[in-house]
């Protein structure tokens, strides 16, 4: 197991204790246009509790507009989302903290300005009372959460292997490293569903085999919906698959149903971009799992 994929060390009250999810994402009937051009149409999704769900698809598909409803980032101009049981009317991603949900973003998106270890605290300040700027600024009531937020950060960089990088700067590590700390930013909050965009673009083999394993392993705590392209990651790591092409969804189910659907190798095959590769790993990634 690689440093990616370490448990977390557990200790009473620690916040990555594992808890079983129960938490649920439902997204029903989601349309979305970009001046008058469909990028979705009518597609559903739910997200079942301690389960990764992959949201795959060709180029232009509208994989990343479908995460973006799921962050607030996008409006949709039909279709419900409900997560707990509550419909999100007007979701803002200002609220997703406080709602429980993480994300990471395609490419990094760390503070240039900031330590490895202050970046990760930013994640953090969900369960911070006095929060993180409060603390930033050295306040006296914040010394406590100061504390706390620090201990959940270290804790978040040893789960990713990243803790000798804490007092460093975003912009001298490498690609890889900064992804880690990215990821090490969405898990401190001990969100309750991880929304990751591209979390193995840049990556190594290697460093993408560490990532799936993280990503089983958080499964214990939380709700993952996973966009990605490699598809031997995505074959290997998700319990569900939904599979998007030109705004539509065309096909949904476990990997092995997915690759076994014609209409999904013949969507991969129309992609011009990347067509073979694409198309070898669909065909060869359920013999990874
Ligand atoms: N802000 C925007 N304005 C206009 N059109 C957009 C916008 N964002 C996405 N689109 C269009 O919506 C469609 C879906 O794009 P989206 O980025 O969601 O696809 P994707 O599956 O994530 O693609 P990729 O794999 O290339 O990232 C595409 O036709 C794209 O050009």
Not at 215 to 236: G, K, N, P, Y
Not at 266 to 286: I, M, N, P, Q
Request: aromatic letters at 4%.
């Amino acid at each position: 197991m690689g440093p990616l994929a370490q448990p977390p060390p557990h200790s009473g009250s620690q916040p990555s204790q594992e808890r079983t999810p129960t938490a649920r994402l439902e997204m029903t009937g989601i349309s979305v246009s970009f001046g008058g051009v469909a990028a979705l149409s009518d597609v559903s999704l739910t997200v079942e509790p301690g389960q990764v769900h992959g949201l795959i698809g060709p180029n232009g598909a509208g994989k990343t507009t479908l995460f973006n409803v799921a962050c607030g980032l996008v409006r949709p101009s039909a279709g419900r989302i409900v997560w707990r049981d509550q419909e999100l009317r007007r979701l803002k991603p200002s609220q997703l903290s406080g709602l429980g949900i993480s994300r990471t973003l395609q490419g990094v998106g760390l503070f240039a300005g900031l330590t490895v270890l202050e970046n990760v605290m930013i994640g953090a300040h969900r369960h911070a009372k006095a929060g993180f700027f409060s603390a930033l600024l050295a306040l006296p009531t914040a010394d406590k959460d100061d504390r706390l937020l620090r201990e959940r950060a270290q804790q978040a960089l040893v789960e990713l292997g990243a803790e000798s990088y804490a007092d460093r700067y975003p912009g001298s590590l490498p690609y890889p490293v900064q992804k880690r700390v990215a990821l090490a930013r969405a898990l401190v909050a001990e969100p309750d569903l991880l929304l990751l965009d591209e979390p193995a673009s840049g990556l190594s083999e290697d460093e993408m085999h560490e990532l799936g394993e993280l990503i089983r392993a958080v499964t214990t705590r939380m709700s993952v919906l996973l966009v990605e392209h490699h598809m031997d990651l995505v074959m290997r790591v998700c319990d569900r698959i939904t599979v998007l092409d030109s705004g539509q969804q065309i096909a949904a189910g476990t990997p092995a149903e997915v690759q076994a659907n014609p209409a999904v190798t013949e969507a991969y095959l129309g992609d011009d971009v990347d067509v073979e590769a694409d198309a070898a790993e669909l065909a060869s990634g359920g013999s990874n799992a």
